[in-house]
């Protein structure tokens, strides 16, 4: 099992950009692909991101392709999530997660290890 834990979310206004980390214990991180989820209040958990275990694919919801951007750094045992020209809308708890596929998914259900989450808000 691994533990991972968020940080970097926050308050911003509507424009403004946030940098998402989730670090991971543990000496396997890099055989992991990783995504990030994110969950607003009263609405379904949604796929945000994923990466490749060597960080060479990446893949984005709709909704935040173009502004947000994953990447990590195997050595750190880290993930990322750039997120810039945030909306309102992108308003909720990010969840970083671990997947048990090689190939890059959307769905939760293909996720195991998930961290506690970090809450971000962007005022219009």
């Known amino acids: 099992q691994v533990q991972l834990v968020e940080s970097g979310g926050g308050l911003v206004q509507a424009g403004g950009s946030l940098r998402l980390s989730c670090t991971a214990s543990?000496?396997?991180?890099?055989?992991?692909?990783m995504g990030w989820f994110r969950q607003a209040p009263g609405k379904e958990r949604e796929f945000v991101a994923a990466?490749?275990?060597?960080?060479?694919?990446?893949t984005y919801a709709e909704s935040v392709k173009g502004r947000f951007t994953i990447s990590r750094d195997n050595a750190k045992n880290t993930v990322y999530l750039q997120m810039n020209s945030l909306k309102p809308e992108d308003t909720a708890v990010y969840y970083c997660?671990?997947?048990?596929?090689?190939?890059?998914?959307?769905?939760?259900?293909?996720?195991?290890?998930w961290g506690q989450g970090t809450q971000v808000t962007v005022s219009s």
């Open positions: 997660a671990t997947g048990t596929t090689i190939t890059l998914k959307t769905r939760g259900e293909w996720y195991n290890d």
């Open positions: 990466i490749s275990r060597d960080g060479g694919s990446t």
């Open positions: 543990g000496r396997t991180f890099s055989s992991y692909t």
